[in-house]
């Protein structure tokens, strides 16, 4: 294990070009720490990040908010800008984690991890979030709808680390909202299901519809099929057994410790028809 | 004197005083226990990791022992270290120490143990459920007075389940043993709950080989909750080997992994309770109960818990007719011991829901069911025992009063009627018998001791510790108060085998009830053959008599005699009495019970500091609704846990409001009140649960995958 504190992005940026080994970022610590503990990470280069300016802050350009990475949970939740354009985002992380975790947690560490169960994600999905992920070679955008490629698997070049989240000023405006994380208690808890919505609904038809789930896949992701059914639909039209045919091939939850997969199923159902307001 | 400031409040809060981990020597070494993996094996072949040096590690394996192999318990079957075959997950083989605790560690987990796998038994019903696992010695207590079962009573038959419960103790299990080579002693500091039963353990461990053992605890013991009453026995055994060789003081401080993986745990128990009631007057006419714990690879204290839960498991009921027979149950799993309650939550989880699920049965309302049964004067427990007072009558009708009950009982029906979520409010009941079982109060033979300075400072020397429950304030309460001596001129020495006498273990809700009383006594008799006015007058007045040390044991009544053999007489001289009002709110899309609110009303006589006692109860309380709602340890096809990721404790925003009343406290005597908080959250909160939704669960804790299953089931 090799631990390097780069002193700015271009350092750091330099450093990933010619790393041999995998690369790790430390920035609050909250993952990476518990994966060394346990040993799933035995090996690799290590860089301190935390101090690189240029990956940090809160930032409204245009009709775009750009949410560096290394922006904490308490960040976003203290946020002026957050508050008045993505108050649905921001509602989503109240119950994130325990007040030390939330201080110490970054977005772009939560993302990077890429665990199956991170907490940001699906509201981020549903609100069509883009990443900025850059390297010597510059900056690219990617949607975080194709992010994602397997469990803990993603886009990320070995060279790039994600520089920040890029939000739509308008990405959730005029949406009703939904986000419920379903844990073993009320906070500090590794969700069994989430699931984040945004609807549009008029004239009992649903004008438009978002969904995204997290715990219920190798990752977060849109719920695809599902939206395209009910896109444009009349409420008094849809088909419980049809909502529940295409998400049986949508999700694939599982069975641990924590949970069965015929609960998380089936709690991820009675979630979605009750955002639908259909009686179940 | 009321809510004084705790002694130890000041030093924990500044940092001042030393919890186990915090105590240093120059040339103190690190220890660890390298335990089994397998459940039950050979032990073939140990592989120590080659890139280490050897010679720089001590190692003790069960050769090694100069004393006897096996570990001081009311059955003594368990041993230090393994010999061969291995009976259990978390089993110690070898102990070992080195100077670097990292060192330490990552040789440690480069060792490999081959084994020779033989069949285990980790799964809780497979143990419980096959009467073939069945050990040690069977209890029953006959009350059988009637053959004949008439035709028009009710039959109600069920078998209920309980868990695991991790003690979660905020510190975790740590010894440090220092071997005086020269004068033949071991000194251990320990965080611990008994210190006389550690003594013993070490004493077992080295035998002929030292001149004496002396057991100190560490200032601050972070929390014990009956998890520091045997285990640290195991540990101070092997930490005190290590040292013994190696001749260096040896710390051990587990890891919260191994700590949560290899130490005593609540029993798991299956309960089966079949009963028969008649109809007419609402009488549960005779009572049959199958109690079984399942005690893990080892007897040890588990015959303990074993009495005390079937001596509490047929609730606070005048039953005419009762049968409880109880028995242990071997598994390989570590062998499970003391957590609040001993064996009595288990018991009241079992027949609080019965009772309520006599009641749907019977289509009556379970307060009218309680009525009929409740303990009235006259009465008798199973053991015969006659009830004198109907203080746990007080209890339920000032908890039904103080929750507005029957007000919330008829308009939730109507809010379940339109909503999809539902709304429900449970009750339980019962009591705790305080101090040892039967006659243990007798064979402990407790003795104080108090020294009065010339400065009239009281001095209090008692073996049993202040965990963070506020013991050592609230005795010193006690003795002050009686004779009206200034709070601030006493103290209380830190238990220390080789000062303190031995006034027995801290567990049994017993250290304010016998051991406070007994300061009290003292006093008194002080008082009364001094004939002074004002202790520190007298002292200053005959102040060439002083110091003055004074002794006192515990004499049980000769009124109080309890057959051990048959079960009958006077098992609890004392009992403190409880009743728990529950109310929850069922969310249908993800099956979650939402505690809302919590009333707790409680006699535990006089309450002596009630600041420390609303702390006692909120705890126990807390402990006992996670019991029922979120707690448990081993999930069939996926195993144990391993930390508090899983393993659900509460965190403060899932915690109810919580009520607590204490009445009777005008009595004379302090009873106990350590564990009777814990008796009862968990089946109110399952009644709840019952009365929200109509569906029976009977096995604890309800989880939302439990009670989607159950649904799912029930369609």
Not at chain 1, 25 to 46: R, S
Not at chain 2, 446 to 453: G, N, Q, R, W
Request: aromatic residues 10%; charged residues 25%; hydrophobic residues 35%.
């Amino acid at each position: 294990m090799q631990f390097n504190k780069p002193k700015d992005l271009n350092e750091l940026l330099e450093n990933l070009s010619i790393s041999q080994k995998k690369n790790y970022f430390l920035a609050g610590g909250t993952d990476i720490n518990v994966q060394i503990k346990k040993e799933f990470i035995k090996d690799g280069n290590f860089y301190y990040i935390n101090e690189i300016d240029e990956l940090n802050g809160i930032k409204r350009k245009n009709e775009k908010v750009h949410v560096g990475a290394l922006t904490t949970y308490r960040e976003l939740l203290e946020s002026d800008t957050i508050s008045e354009h993505f108050p649905f985002l921001q509602r989503s992380l109240t119950n994130f984690a325990s007040p030390l975790l939330t201080t110490m947690a970054t977005i772009g560490g939560n993302i990077a991890n890429g665990s199956p169960t991170n907490d940001v994600t699906p509201p981020l999905l549903v609100l069509d979030a883009e990443l900025e992920l850059i390297s010597v070679a510059g900056i690219r955008n990617v949607s975080l709808t194709s992010f994602f490629t397997g469990y803990k698997k993603s886009l990320l070049k070995k060279d790039e680390i994600i520089k920040g989240v890029v939000l739509s000023i308008q990405a959730e405006n005029g949406y009703e909202t939904l986000y419920k994380k379903v844990g073993a208690r009320k906070t500090l808890t590794i969700a069994k299901v989430a699931l984040a919505g945004l609807k549009k609904i008029k004239e009992g038809k649903i004008d438009e519809i978002k969904l995204a789930v997290g715990s219920l896949n190798e990752y977060p992701r849109r719920l695809d099929k599902l939206e395209e059914y009910l896109n444009n639909i009349m409420i008094r039209d849809i088909n419980k057994n049809t909502i529940d045919e295409i998400l049986s091939k949508e999700i694939t939850p599982i069975s641990d410790l924590r949970s069965d997969k015929e609960y998380r199923y089936r709690v991820c159902l009675n979630l979605i028809l009750s955002f639908l307001g259909i009686n179940h | 004197m009321g809510s004084v400031r705790k002694f130890d409040s000041k030093p924990k809060i500044n940092g001042s005083w030393k919890f186990l981990d915090d105590y240093q020597s120059e040339d103190m070494i690190y220890g660890n226990i390298i335990y089994s993996k397998c459940h039950h094996g050979i032990i073939k072949d140990i592989h120590f990791p080659n890139d280490f040096n050897i010679s720089e590690f001590t190692f003790v394996y069960a050769k090694d022992i100069p004393g006897e192999n096996i570990v001081p318990e009311p059955v003594s079957d368990q041993l230090f270290l393994a010999v061969n075959e291995v009976f259990h997950y978390g089993q110690p083989i070898i102990g070992v120490a080195h100077p670097n605790k990292v060192t330490l560690t990552n040789f440690i987990k480069k060792i490999k143990i081959d084994y020779e796998e033989l069949p285990a038994i980790i799964d809780i019903k497979e143990c419980l459920d096959n009467e073939k696992n069945h050990f040690g010695r069977e209890i029953t207590i006959d009350h059988r007075t009637r053959d004949e079962i008439q035709n028009s009573w009710i039959r109600h038959h069920n078998v209920y389940y309980m868990p695991h419960q991790e003690q979660a103790y905020l510190e975790p299990q740590g010894v440090i043993a220092e071997y005086d080579k020269q004068d033949g002693i071991i000194f251990v500091r320990i965080t611990a709950q008994c210190p006389y039963y550690v003594k013993s353990g070490v004493e077992s461990m080295m035998g002929s080989a030292v001149n004496d053992v002396v057991i100190e605890t560490s200032e601050g013991i972070g929390g014990a909750f009956g998890g520091k009453e045997d285990f640290p026995s195991l540990l101070a055994g092997i930490c005190s080997l290590l040292s013994y060789k190696s001749g260096k003081p040896v710390k051990i401080v587990l890891d919260r992994e191994d700590d949560i993986k290899i130490t005593t745990k609540r029993h798991p128990a299956r309960i089966e309770i079949e009963s028969y009631t008649d109809p007419a007057t609402k009488k549960i006419e005779k009572i049959d109960i199958d109690y079984r714990l399942d005690a893990g690879a080892y007897q040890t204290l588990s015959p303990v818990v074993l009495a005390r839960g079937v001596l509490h498991t047929a609730g606070g009921y005048g039953f005419p007719d009762s049968f409880i027979r109880g028995r242990l149950f071997r598994s390989n799993t570590p062998p499970n011991g003391a957590f609040r309650g001993f064996g009595a939550p288990q018991g009241f989880a079992a027949m609080e829901a019965h009772i309520d699920g006599i009641a749907a049965e019977m289509d009556i309302t379970t307060i009218e069911l309680r009525k009929a049964n409740i303990f009235n004067n006259g009465d008798e427990f199973p053991t015969t025992q006659k009830v004198t007072e109907e203080n746990l009558i007080d209890c339920f009708n000032k908890v039904l009063e103080i929750s507005d009950y029957q007000k919330k009982l008829k308009s939730y029906a109507q809010w379940n009627k339109n909503h999809k979520d539902k709304k429900g409010i449970g009750v339980s009941l019962g009591f705790h018998g305080g101090g040892f079982t039967g006659n243990g109060e007798k064979t402990l033979n407790s003795e104080i001791k108090v020294v009065l300075e010339k400065n009239a400072e009281v001095k209090i020397f008692v073996a049993n510790t202040d965990m963070g429950q506020g013991a050592h304030t609230t005795l010193a309460q006690m003795f002050c108060e009686a004779i009206d001596h200034p709070f601030e001129k006493t103290k209380v020495q830190l238990p220390n085998t080789s000062k303190t006498p031995n006034s027995g273990p801290t567990v049994a809700s017993r250290t304010i009830y016998i051991i406070g009383n007994l300061l009290k006594q003292l006093a008194l008799e002080l008082k009364k053959k001094y004939k002074f006015d004002k202790l520190e007058s007298y002292i200053i007045e005959h102040n060439s008599e002083f110091p003055l040390e004074l002794r006192k044991n515990y004499i049980q009544p000769t009124s109080v005699f309890f057959d051990e053999e048959s079960y009958r007489g006077i098992a609890y001289k004392d009992y403190s009495w409880a009743a728990c009002v529950n109310e929850i709110y069922f969310h249908a899309d993800t099956y979650q019970i939402e505690l809302i609110e919590s009333w707790n009303v409680l006699d535990i006589g006089r309450v002596v500091n009630e600041q420390i006692a609303l702390g006692q109860a909120e705890g126990g309380i807390l402990q006992g609704l996670a019991y029922g709602l979120s707690e448990f340890f081993y999930k069939p096809g996926f195993g144990r846990m391993s930390g508090f990721t899983d393993y659900t404790l509460p965190t403060t925003l899932d915690i109810p409001k919580i009520v607590i009343e204490f009445i009777h406290t005008d009595s004379v005597t302090a009873k106990g009140l350590g564990e009777i908080p814990m008796d009862f959250p968990a089946p109110a909160l399952r009644n709840a649960f019952l009365n929200a939704t109509g569906i029976i669960i009977d096995e604890y804790p309800l989880t939302p995958e439990v009670i989607y299953k159950t649904i799912k089931e029930q369609k």
